[in-house]
């Protein structure tokens, strides 16, 4: 009974294996032949090797395609190169002739780090530019060179540079693939899409918003990469 017992759950086992990965090492047993210790456990011992090689391989597939392990744990600790640009159109609510709104373009760059403690730290630097729409001077005919006429006016252009800075502190939390971050300095937070391999951060966000006098459409973009050495 016990020579019965064992053989057949030496190939239960296998078969549950075979279709996975090529077990060798494995000894059939012989009609009428009694099974030994050692010869059962050298059976066993080759389908455990060849179910832990089985178990690699589907940890490294699933690394790869982003499934294996939680996504806390994988972004915890990285820094992502993230690049980002947008646009504001904005006016002001208490318009007058002399004052009606401004375009802005802004870009810049940022290497988050995620710390483990589920602070930030980040290195940002930006350009933009502003121009408004008012005229800082009364608008003047102007004779071109083939003898036309247009009117030319003057508007107010601010262009600013800052960074590189370094900002630590504000806070991230992840729910399911969706990352917040509340950056350094801020009061609200920005909401990423995270990869499941934990690569790759996308932010896209647009809307309307009134803050003191200024009334805006913001249009964002951000993409941000893992960098290697945060592996």
């Known amino acids: 009974m016990k020579k019965v017992i064992l053989t057949g759950l030496t190939a239960a086992v296998m078969s549950a294996t075979a279709m996975a990965s090529e077990v060798t090492g494995y000894t059939a047993p012989q009609s009428g032949q009694a099974a030994t210790a050692a010869g059962v456990d050298a059976n066993f011992q080759a389908l455990i090797s060849a179910i ?11 690394d790869a395609a ?3 392990g939680s996504l806390e744990d994988k972004i915890s600790g990285a ?8 646009s ?15 375009l802005e373009g802004f ?11 589920g602070t930030i730290t980040e290195v940002w630097q930006e350009a933009l530019r502003e121009i408004g729409l008012e005229r800082v001077s009364d608008c003047v005919e102007v004779t071109d060179e083939f003898g036309g006429s247009y009117s030319e006016c003057s508007h107010a252009v601010y ?5 590189p800075e370094t900002n ?16 350094p300095g801020e009061d609200s937070s920005e909401d990423f899409m995270v990869t499941m391999s934990g690569e790759v951060l996308v932010l896209g966000s647009g809307g309307h918003e009134v803050d003191g006098n200024n009334d805006d459409y913001e249009n964002s973009m951000a993409i941000g990469v893992r960098t290697p050495d945060s592996e």
């Not at 820094?79 to 947008?86: A, D, E, Q």
């Not at 262009?159 to 960074?163: A, I, L, R, T, V």
């Open 168 to 183: 630590s502190g504000g806070a991230w939390q992840l729910n399911g693939n969706v990352l917040s971050v509340t950056f």
């Open 88 to 102: 504001i159109i904005g006016t002001y609510q208490d318009q007058s002739s002399s004052n009606y709104g401004y």
């Open 52 to 62: 832990n090689d089985n178990n690699d391989r589907i940890a490294a597939l699933e």
């Open 79 to 86: 820094t992502f190169n993230i690049v980002y640009l947008g």
């Open 159 to 163: 262009d600013e540079e800052s960074g």
């Open 66 to 68: 982003g499934t294996g």
């Open 107 to 117: 870009a810049g760059s940022s290497l988050l780090t995620l710390e483990t403690d």
